[in-house]
């Protein structure tokens, strides 16, 4: 990861999870998904801060990962219905932070 990958995944890393902020309106600090599909190339811009319980790699059932995309973007409401929409709020919520409007704690 080069410095200006590492500079775009800590902003993103502050806003916390996308979807206990827009789901529960409340901040949890998060871990970073990687947006992509299948085993396609992953990039370092297009990543989106979900909470370990939101996120769950290794557990089955609560998260993406358990859920599986469809599932998981049907339940939480993610624009477009899917994985990609997860990018529409990492977008919304960097620009409220650049605004001084987005409460990161």
């Not at 990543?47 to 599932?71: K, N, Q, S, V, Y």
């Not at 973007?73 to 529409?88: I, N, Q, S």
């Amino acid at each position: 990861m080069n410095a200006v990958e590492r500079h775009h995944v800590e902003r993103v890393a502050q806003i916390g999870c996308v979807v206990c902020r827009r789901v529960f309106e409340c901040f949890t600090p998060a871990e970073i998904h990687h947006v992509a599909e299948g085993s396609a190339p992953r990039s370092w811009f297009a990543i989106a801060p979900l909470c370990p319980i939101h996120h769950d790699e290794h557990r089955a059932g609560t998260g993406f990962h358990g859920m599986g995309t469809d599932r998981f973007c049907a339940a939480f409401r993610v624009p477009g219905g899917t994985e990609y929409g997860l990018l529409v709020w990492v977008n919304e919520d960097l620009a409220l932070m650049d605004l001084g409007r987005l409460v990161t704690t």
